[in-house]
């Protein structure tokens, strides 16, 4: 099986999960920027947390042979704090970067009008760079937020099938699915989707369009749900082509729309990165 994880927060995993997501046959992944679980302060945090999700940590997957990727924009939920505003004005110069290969996470959390203002301007973004984007819908009253959602890509000119839908269920997969866009499912303990919730939507609505993703993060979540959806597709029917498709060659179609995939074999094992190794102390 060969995975390409389309949604996970790395940054905030460990080598050990690294190593395990190799094991199972992940050898690509996307990390969206999100929010860090407090408030950012100023604006001057993001441009660390940017250079490292196209710096360090770009070379810590590739030590497990996984080429990393990521997406950068202004969160949902931080869009709504005046003292990250000025994010807006930093993100033209990262969307230029290799390996940025989507404006993302953007997007509703609480459906405000400062919400509406960065999403709409991040699309735009995405128009201008000549980039897909990644979309977060709310995780209250998602119904209400994936339809304003919808909207809002409708309006920016951002053509359907450069937009993934992110956080979906069985309440809103079809409105999706009838848009155009594509169509992202979390597969995360407690909430979001589960695999075999996962596995009859499939049956449902094909494979066509599907990006399936660990959403792994700080909170209480698994990086190999991708691995256990694919074994769920496997065990309900579904051929080993399927599997491919929805694990792999859907995100490659999806985010090689950017022109910026690294597909290829990882730099050296043995390689540092400023200086730094994953490895603490001598052996």
């Known amino acids: 099986m060969r995975i390409f994880d389309p949604h996970i927060h790395m940054s905030s ?7 395990s997501m190799a094991a199972v046959g992940v050898a690509a992944l996307v990390e969206p920027a999100f929010w860090l679980g407090q408030p950012r302060t100023s604006a001057a945090s993001f441009v660390d947390y940017f250079d490292s ?22 969160n ?13 004005d930093l993100l033209p110069r990262y969307l230029a970067k290799d390996g940025v290969v989507a404006v993302g996470e953007v997007g509703y959390d609480s459906m405000t009008a400062e919400e509406d203002e960065v999403f709409a301007h991040q699309l735009a973004l995405a128009v201008e760079h000549g980039l897909p984007a990644l979309v977060h819908t709310p995780h209250r009253d998602k119904a209400a937020g994936t339809r304003r ?46 695999e075999a919730r996962m596995v009859a939507i499939l049956r449902e609505h094909g494979t066509d369009r599907v990006l399936v993703n660990s959403a792994a993060d700080w909170g209480r979540s698994d990086p190999l749900k991708t691995y256990r959806t694919g074994l769920a597709m496997l065990e309900a029917g579904f ?3 399927d599997v491919d498709k929805v ?16 597909l290829d074999e990882p730099a050296d094992g043995e390689a540092t990165f400023a200086g730094n190794s994953i490895l603490r102390g001598g052996s």
Request: with cysteine; charged share 30%.
């Open 239 to 241: 051929t080993e082509s």
């Open 76 to 88: 949902p939920k931080e869009a709504n704090d005046p003292r990250c505003r000025e994010v807006l």
């Open 149 to 194: 959602t919808l909207d809002v890509v409708r309006e920016s000119g951002l053509p359907p099938e450069r937009v993934v839908v992110d956080h979906l269920n069985e309440v809103t997969v079809k409105a999706v699915a009838d848009s155009g866009c594509w169509m992202g499912f979390s597969i995360y303990p407690d909430t979001k989707m589960d």
């Open 247 to 262: 694990l792999w060659r859907n995100p490659v179609e999806f985010y090689g729309q950017s022109g910026r995939l690294m």
């Open 53 to 74: 999700l196209i710096g360090w940590e770009r070379f810590r997957a590739s030590q497990f042979g996984i080429r990393h990727h990521c997406t950068i924009a202004l």
């Open 13 to 19: 995993r460990t080598t050990d999960d690294y190593e």
